[in-house]
């Protein structure tokens, strides 16, 4: 029995999402100061990072696999801390900064247009670049914890496939100005709902690292559900598609989940109610109703 991977779903939307405002306020903006013949530079920069993006996603996924066992569970429970790190870095990141997004970036590619042909395929290529190879690093690290029992990919891949189409058509639809929505409180329960999928990341990067046998405590476990809630059920699949949910968990793991969701997830919350940290993403898409 497979469930909808739900926590890889909104890993890609949520950076798709990010990725497409990023090229919508590009494009828009061109657009409202009548340099349109600019617009393919800003698409061969996105072109160039998607390919970037999924080579390296590529390198994770099969680099790895002539390696002895516990080198590749040392390289992929590091690469899931890595992760871990850079989505909770992305989720603050964009908490604090939506507000100038707009602003940051129409001056970049006043600079950019002025400097060269290739400076402006670039600054796309680095704001598009930057959120590809954190989605391919955290979705390699998220679909290798979700997982399947058979050793498969498809379900956990097919998720985020989805959220990424999502996005895109979200950003489309902003373009013309047919879709408005409170993108602020969108990215803020969507932070909420990412810490927790990546606390189920970091819980498995560290067994993980407990399977390559460099962190103690494999056999210590905190508690052990598998009974009540079998990993094949209904249940335990929409746990583990979700957030990551192990059935038997060691008190390292367990440790690490709390010691992560707590203290970050109190931060965020409080950074998102105060109003210095209430974005107006919204207001930062505005150009790109501009026909």
Known sequence: MTSFPLGNYLIGLREGLEASLVVVILIAYLV???RRELIPRIWLGVAAAVLVSLAFGALLTFGPRHLTFEAQEAIGGTLSIVAVGFVTWMVFWMARHARGLSGELHGK???AAEAGRASLAFVALLAVGREGLETALFLWAATQAA????????????????GILTAVAMGFAFYKGVLRINLSMFFKWTGAILILVAAGV???GIHDLQEAGILPGLNNLAFDVSEQVPPSSWLGTLLKGTLNFSPATTWLEAIAWVAYVIPTMTLFL???RTPRNRPSVASSAQPAHTP
């Not at 997982?147 to 989805?162: C, Q, R, V």
């Open 32 to 34: 409202k100061t009548e």
């Open 109 to 111: 590619i006043d600079t």
């Open 147 to 162: 997982t399947s029992s058979d050793g498969s990919t498809a379900t956990p891949l097919l998720g985020a496939l989805l």
């Open 202 to 204: 970091l819980a498995y």
């Open 270 to 272: 409080f950074r998102m």
